[in-house]
């Protein structure tokens, strides 16, 4: 292994290796880079569920009093932390890429602060009403970074991992977009038949 990330990953974690963590962060690298859109929502709701169904039992354990079963609780806790955790994961995705880009324009550009703070904002509501279409270049990207991390940490060389991941995080956004494409074909023709 990379002796840069043997320190990031323990070589036990729950009882798996670390080459059982990397070979299991592979399958998400991919997941995310070629299936971005329809993953990314599976992992965030999963992520929320999870920690939802955690924080209300946590809650449970604490308060000890319920009138209802204990597994209705733990079930509304889960899907509330699945909605919390999708909504916040993508109002701070659009944050960051609203950030990001209003800082370079504000930066490059002979604009003022008021007006930087408004395109900031426009270009926020922008991305979260988009989502779909920003999520597969995000997911790609996260996948990309996953991808890399994992190949290192088995022992790739940083350059090839490198290059590994950014044609895989090309490959999949460019796949993605053909299969958008002959969705939206198969949407026209299935309109025309009737």
């Not at 490059?108 to 979260?128: K, Q, R």
């Not at 996260?142 to 090309?170: D, P, R, T």
């Amino acid at each position: 292994m990379a002796s840069g990330l043997n320190s990031l990953i323990p070589t036990n974690i729950f009882g798996f290796s670390s080459f059982t963590i990397y070979v299991i962060l592979i399958f998400i690298a991919i997941a995310l880079i070629f299936w971005g859109k329809n993953s990314w929502k599976i992992i965030m709701y999963a992520m929320g569920a999870y920690l939802g169904f955690v924080f209300t039992s946590i809650m449970l354990i604490q308060f000890h009093v319920t009138s209802l079963p204990t597994f209705i609780i733990l079930l509304i806790g889960a899907v509330i932390g699945a909605i919390i955790v999708n909504f916040a994961a993508k109002a701070f995705i659009c944050f960051v890429l609203a950030g990001s880009v209003t800082l370079a324009i504000y930066l490059f550009s002979p604009i003022n602060t008021v007006f930087a703070i408004v395109l900031g904002i426009i270009i926020f509501f922008i991305c979260y009403v988009r989502f779909n279409k920003v999520s597969l270049y995000v997911a790609a990207f996260a996948g990309a970074m996953a991808l890399w991390f994992a190949l290192v940490g088995l022992g790739v060389q940083n350059l090839s991992a490198q290059v590994v991941a950014g044609v895989a995080m090309i490959g999949g956004i460019l796949l993605q977009k053909y299969e958008e494409d002959l969705e939206k074909k198969d949407r026209q023709r299935l309109f025309r038949n009737w």
